[in-house]
């Protein structure tokens, strides 16, 4: 697995997620609800997920989407608990603890691992 194309492919998930929530919380009619944008980001994390497994096959040859899904997931997380909370979530007034304890980001997660996993049997097969 070449590492630094996963690592690479979840810092384009986390830009890309980061950019829909932004853009969720300013309409007005959903940007009070933290369930309805996340409904709407698991929509398209699928696509985020496709997107970032697509660069990364680009040149690495991996066997495994299930190891690429869970690095390109934990880059997101790292970059959340460095940049997103710090920055976004506690001035807020939520804390680390209420963004990690938060199960829809969990769901998100492990959504980005299975849409890897399947690009990966998919495109496996393909070609």
Known sequence: MNYWRAILSGIILWICVAVTFFILEHIPIIKDSLNVQTAIICLFIIFYS?????????????????????MMSLTAIVLDALLFVPLVEIPKGNTYQDFFSNPLLWILAILNIATVYFYSKTRLKIN
């Open 50 to 70: 496709t997107i970032g497994a697509s660069f990364y096959y680009k040149k690495a040859i991996s066997r495994s989407g299930f190891q690429v899904g869970v």
